[in-house]
């Protein structure tokens, strides 16, 4: 059984059982990464594709690990160096890919629905590394599976996410990767940087980082963009990290082994007290290493088409 759809393009658009299933298959893949040989033939010969319009370093890189493990061809497309800066469109630049034989593209882009535009253009899969502020469904994605590793379960969990919610795709993505396997979803921070109307996505709205994160399984922190710092959302950085910094005396608010998670870069000291960052509680890295085992089980399935009948 693989996936139905032939992209990733969101987990608005997964069901349970979708998720279920592309975790699942990591687990194998993270048998594969724990190997002393960390690779295998499974696409050997397939071309995959790294169409990035956004600077990236974790997930550019990690797709391209995930690739070099399951022993595909890698293929960056430099932008800057491309016909784009010509002119060429997203949908010419596609064809043009297909054109050379590419089996799958990851594509990152500033403009929300690029990649549903580029999935509608192609019959080769899609994977959405990011769009505008619309999903960033991967990141969420090795998100739930690091939670699952560490507590089994994600059903019933009660899970904070902080920070800059408005403008974050990462928060979209886990909302609905959390809702869908049952957690009960908060989203705490200032209301200049939460959506209006973003209950009705199934969250539980909180201004106050200490009602927040009261009994909470997880704590998620969000990146604070200090390009958008003269938008004037906060007074000032330091009167943010007064209010939703996450130190030691509010993590003692949250259950005794709460796990703290990050999407990263980390502004230390800003969202997160530099030994809280460093702490056992502290998940960060997994979700790195994790990454890399769920797009290899994304490149596998949709690529692939499945996982075959044991």
């Not at 699942?24 to 499974?42: D, F, G, H």
């Not at 990035?52 to 990690?62: H, Q, V």
């Not at 904070?160 to 886990?174: E, M, W």
């Amino acid at each position: 059984m693989g996936l139905i759809k032939k992209d990733l393009l969101g987990l608005q658009d997964l069901t349970k059982e979708e998720i279920e299933l592309i975790l699942e298959t990591a687990q194998s893949m993270t048998e594969v990464l724990n190997r002393s040989i960390k690779k295998v033939p499974t696409l050997r010969g397939k071309l995959v594709v790294n169409l990035f319009y956004e600077p990236s370093t974790r997930t550019k890189s990690s797709f391209g690990l995930a690739a070099k493990r399951l022993s595909a061809d890698g293929m960056n497309l430099s932008i800057k160096q491309s016909s784009v800066v010509k002119g060429e469109s997203l949908v010419d630049t596609a064809k043009t890919l297909r054109a050379l034989g590419a089996d799958g593209v990851v594509i990152r882009h500033g403009v929300p629905g690029a990649a549903k535009l580029l999935a509608e253009t192609v019959e080769i899969p899609v994977l959405n590394a990011g769009d505008g502020m619309h999903e960033h469904p991967t990141q969420a994605l090795l998100d739930l599976y690091t939670i699952q590793k560490k507590r089994e379960e994600i059903a019933d969990k009660k899970v904070a996410i902080i920070g800059d919610i408005k403008h974050s795709r990462v928060a979209r993505s886990n909302i609905w990767g959390l809702n869908k396997l049952g957690a009960e979803v908060r989203l705490v921070g200032p209301t200049t940087l939460m959506p209006a109307n973003i209950e009705q996505m199934g969250a539980k709205v909180y201004t106050s980082l200490e009602e927040g994160i009261k009994d909470v399984d997880v704590i998620y922190l969000l990146r604070i963009q200090q390009e958008r710092q003269d938008k004037g959302f906060f007074p000032t950085i330091k009167e943010y990290t007064r209010f939703y910094g996450l130190r030691k005396e509010a993590l003692k608010l949250a259950t005794k082994d709460a796990l703290i998670m990050h999407p990263g870069p980390i502004n230390r000291g800003i969202e997160i007290s530099r030994e809280l960052a460093y702490s056992n509680q502290s998940v960060i890295e997994d979700q790195v290493s994790n990454g890399v085992a769920i797009r290899m089980a994304l490149l596998y399935l949709l690529i692939e088409g499945g996982l075959e009948d044991e």
